[in-house]
């Protein structure tokens, strides 16, 4: 539960950040061992991606909120590409502690300002209503 309680208005509501849980770390590890599993679905959203990638040789991609690097998986795990993801502490923690072999080029960063070379593309699939 995220709340509980009665509240007289939205400010009395404690702040909860359900995006650095252990619950919404174990989805996320599902969510990728699906997508490795069957990638198409993520494949066809990630379609924006997938053109920029095709025009540039051995880009630099940081991918804000990227979560386990579910877009570059979905795209099969390109050699080519630098891919880095801007997550959470507790995505970055369990990415960290994961074998999984698509994501052995992937480099998390829990926080942007950490982000000190020029990148080609800055990919935001699903985060910018969390980027508060």
């Known amino acids: ?57 051995k880009a630099k991609v940081v991918d804000y909120g990227g979560s386990l690097a579910l877009s570059y998986v979905a795209l099969g795990s390109p050699k080519d590409v630098e891919y880095h993801v801007v997550e959470t502490s507790a995505i970055c923690c369990a990415a960290s502690e994961l074998d999984i072999e698509e994501l052995a080029n992937v480099k998390f960063h829990e926080h942007p300002d950490r982000i000190d070379f020029k990148y080609d593309i800055l990919y935001t699939r699903t985060a910018l209503q969390y980027a508060v």
């Open 1 to 57: 539960m995220i709340w509980e309680g009665i509240y007289s208005n939205i400010k009395e509501i404690p702040a909860y950040d359900f995006l650095d849980t252990e619950a919404w770390v174990q989805s996320q590890i599902k969510k990728l061992e699906s997508t490795i599993a069957n990638p198409t679905k993520l494949k066809e959203e990630n379609f924006p991606l997938k053109t920029l990638l095709a025009s540039t040789h």
